[in-house]
């Protein structure tokens, strides 16, 4: 089970992490979860490139090392880089000292202050551990509405329906860039770059702080 949009009980929960970016224009910030892939992320390259939109592709540290070029490729067109762990690790079925080795070995491959966990599953002690290494990405970014790609059970009809309805102006919204969700994300991406160009939004990266 998943919530498409993020109650506020939840971004509450967690009030050191970044849900939302709070915007008077219209602009929507788009995150790409769990690539590089080879067949994924060049799709989602050339469509944000047709709307001149920049993203935030939060990446995992075993893909980028099997798919270097691609991670350079995003970095060259200008879009943000996240950490999202080495392994894609559920933090709440991780020993906190494991986890946080893993996202420091992606941190090897990753340069970036911005780190999303993996299905959006993290402790409060692993949080706390974050937070006290400084050399660790320092900025946790969440998300306003989550798309649905990775749901084998949704429509590519509807996944476009929930990004849709529940995006609004300063949301991040979750699309995966891998095998299980590009059914998915091959309709619902391009429906969507359509729809809110067509009412004037832009979209930015998620820019990293020093």
Same mark, same amino acid.
């Given at each position: 089970?998943?919530?498409?949009?993020?109650?506020?009980?939840?971004?509450?929960?967690?009030?050191?992490?970044?849900?939302?970016?709070? /915007?008077?224009?219209?602009?929507?910030? !788009?995150?790409?979860?769990?690539?590089?892939?080879?067949?994924?992320?060049?799709?989602?390259?050339?469509?944000?490139?047709?709307? $001149?939109?920049?993203? /935030?592709?939060?990446?995992?540290?075993? $893909?980028?090392?099997?798919?270097? $070029?691609?991670?350079?490729?995003?970095?060259?067109?200008?879009?943000?880089?996240? $950490? %999202?762990?080495?392994?894609?690790?559920?933090?709440?079925?991780?020993?906190?000292?494991?986890?946080?080795?893993?996202?420091?070995?992606?941190?090897?491959?990753?340069?970036?202050?911005?780190?999303?966990?993996?299905?959006?599953?993290? /402790?409060?002690?692993?949080?706390?551990?974050?937070?006290?290494?400084?050399? !660790?990405?320092?900025?946790?970014?969440?998300?306003?509405?989550?798309?649905?790609?990775?749901? !084998?059970?949704?429509?590519?009809?509807?996944?476009?329906?929930?990004?849709?309805?529940?995006?609004?102006?300063?949301?991040?919204?979750?699309? %995966?860039?891998?095998?299980?969700?590009?059914?998915?994300?091959?309709?619902?991406?391009?429906?969507? !770059?359509?729809?809110?160009?067509?009412?004037?939004?832009?979209?930015?990266?998620?820019?990293?702080?020093?």
């Amino acid at each position: 089970m998943y919530l498409v949009k993020t109650p506020f009980w939840l971004r509450a929960l967690y009030p050191g992490c970044t849900w939302r970016m709070p /915007s008077e224009k219209k602009v929507i910030y !788009l995150s790409f979860d769990d690539g590089p892939h080879p067949q994924a992320t060049p799709f989602v390259l050339e469509q944000l490139k047709k709307y $001149n939109a920049k993203a /935030s592709f939060f990446c995992i540290g075993k $893909n980028v090392l099997s798919y270097a $070029n691609i991670y350079e490729e995003i970095i060259n067109e200008g879009h943000a880089v996240g $950490n %999202h762990t080495y392994d894609h690790l559920n933090g709440w079925k991780t020993e906190t000292s494991s986890y946080i080795e893993n996202i420091a070995n992606a941190r090897n491959l990753i340069t970036s202050n911005l780190f999303r966990p993996p299905y959006g599953r993290i /402790s409060r002690s692993q949080l706390r551990k974050i937070t006290a290494d400084k050399s !660790l990405p320092q900025q946790i970014i969440m998300w306003d509405v989550l798309s649905g790609d990775f749901d !084998l059970t949704l429509s590519p009809e509807d996944c476009t329906k929930n990004v849709i309805k529940n995006t609004t102006a300063g949301s991040i919204v979750v699309f %995966h860039d891998s095998a299980k969700a590009f059914e998915r994300l091959k309709v619902a991406l391009p429906a969507m !770059l359509a729809h809110f160009s067509s009412l004037g939004y832009t979209f930015n990266a998620i820019v990293s702080a020093s």
